[in-house]
């Protein structure tokens, strides 16, 4: 059984800097794309961005330059360094593994940028 489990939310002000983290367990293969999407109030969920287990990386536009995302494969995390947070980034972040055509989520950690 996949289970992801995410870190790293919180309140942030603007401008500021939040890591987010999250680890996967169970057996799975090694050839997947795990990643982060986010969904604000009324709002779809969203891509945020996404890492291969080869390393290729994609991106929302509206988080280019300011978010990275990394893989640690020895330790099944992804991780989602945001820089220069906007009051607009505030959301539920939910962790997101894709293996072939299944697909995993973790339960959300909550994101809320404002002064």
């Known amino acids: 059984q996949v289970q992801l489990v995410e870190s790293g939310g919180g309140l942030v002000q603007p401008g500021g800097s939040l890591r987010l983290s999250c680890a996967a367990s169970?057996?799975?293969?090694?050839?997947?794309?795990m990643g982060w999407y986010r969904q604000a109030p009324g709002n779809q969920r969203e891509l945020v961005a996404t890492?291969?287990?080869?390393?290729?990386?994609n991106y929302a536009d509206s988080v280019k330059g300011r978010f990275g995302i990394s893989g640690d494969k020895a330790k099944n995390t992804v991780y989602l360094q945001m820089n220069s947070l906007k009051p607009e980034d505030t959301a539920v972040y939910y962790c997101?593994?894709?293996?072939?055509?299944?697909?995993?989520w973790g339960q959300g950690t909550q994101v809320t940028v404002s002064s």
């Open positions: 890492v291969s287990s080869s390393g290729t990386t």
């Open positions: 169970g057996g799975f293969s090694r050839l997947n794309v």
């Open positions: 997101n593994l894709k293996i072939g055509p299944f697909e995993y």
